[in-house]
């Protein structure tokens, strides 16, 4: 008996060294195909072993303090010691932006997506792309962006740097930020960057990802970006009434967009903004009977329009595109609206 268990303890110890997969608590072990290639724990490292050129934030090393302080800045709009003045008067960042995964699957980022995740964990819904990954992505304010904001856009799409600073002083209506500012941002993002648990792989997927870093880094690279979105895409919608045959609205998803997107700015108590709504009957009936104008009352104009800032006035609305509210979630939000809290 004792021969044979040495071995079969031999024979277990060969094969994990030769490819050992291995997920405690969710999080993805140590993994080898070869004695000269691992699997990284970060879609940056999976990048650069992969071939891809280094992006132009980069940071070799987290530091823990730059990104304690980028997270403050996100947060709360400033240094929580008071050492910097806030970056905008009106907006933080997450009145718009997570900051954690809001899909189960990062190659899937679809309305519905986002939606039936968010639900599950109990996530804002809000107009604007998470931040966690946004280190990972290569372009930013891409697509209809040019039309809120024209030539403002081309040098933030292939710059997060340029990106940062764009949202800071026209998305948030703020000042510039300093460069040290930005770095410690950059640091934040690098702390909340796609793991390679996060990514969809199934173990085959995962051995032969280890095969093409080791054989072919080419094809490595198309495997790992397949695993998640490069860029954020953003449509811009009119205010008309979706007209879907057939469609049968969801009264609790159009309670989710309502309480989780309307009143996370919009709820008297959080003082975003200065028109205030409440998840009551109340606030329903009013917001119904508005539904039908082309004025920032109405929920599909406001939503698919937003507001612009202007002088006296720098608080204003962004919209939904429609990678964010899906047409039928408009018909699930104004279903809600119509039909009222369920007694």
């Not at 679809?110 to 995740?117: E, M, N, Q, R, T």
């Not at 909340?192 to 648990?197: F, H, P, S």
């Amino acid at each position: 008996m004792s021969k044979i268990f040495l071995q079969f303890t031999l024979f277990f110890l060969i094969l994990v060294t030769g490819f050992s997969f291995i997920k405690e608590e969710g999080r993805i072990g140590s993994y080898q195909v070869s004695n000269n290639v691992r699997l990284p724990q970060t879609v940056e490292d999976a990048l650069l072993l992969s071939g891809s050129e280094y992006p132009n934030h980069y940071i070799e090393k987290l530091d823990l303090d730059s990104a304690r302080m980028g997270e403050e800045m996100i947060r709360y709009g400033a240094l929580l010691d008071g050492s910097n003045t806030r970056i905008s008067k009106y907006f933080v960042c997450t009145d718009c932006h997570n900051l954690v995964m809001e899909s189960e699957d990062p190659s899937d980022e679809s309305p519905d997506a986002v939606l039936k995740y968010g639900k599950l964990h109990d996530i804002p819904y809000l107009p604007a792309s998470t931040f966690y990954g946004m280190y990972n992505k290569s372009t930013w304010y891409n697509d209809d962006y040019l039309k809120k904001y024209g030539d403002l856009v081309y040098p933030a799409r292939d710059s997060l740097v340029n990106a940062i600073q764009l949202c800071a002083t026209q998305c948030s209506q703020g000042r510039p930020m300093e460069s040290w500012e930005i770095r410690s941002v950059l640091h934040y993002y690098k702390s909340i960057q796609l793991k390679i648990e996060d990514l969809n792989f199934t173990a085959i997927e995962l051995k032969q990802f280890l095969k093409h870093l080791d054989t072919d880094k080419h094809k490595a690279l198309a495997q790992l970006k397949g695993k998640y979105n490069q860029a954020n895409r953003a449509h811009f919608g009119t205010n008309k009434i979706p007209e879907i045959p057939g469609y049968t609205p969801n009264y609790e998803n159009g309670r989710y967009v309502y309480t989780k997107g309307c009143l996370h700015c919009h709820d008297a108590e959080k003082g975003i903004t200065n028109f205030t709504l409440s998840n009551s009957n109340l606030s329903l009936n009013y917001l119904h009977r508005k539904k039908d104008k082309y004025n920032n009352l109405a929920v599909p104009h406001i939503t698919r329009y937003g507001t612009y800032a202007m002088s006296g006035r720098k608080q204003y609305m962004p919209m939904y595109s429609f990678e964010k509210l899906s047409e039928e979630q408009m018909l699930d939000l104004l279903y809600y609206i119509k039909t009222g809290i369920k007694k």
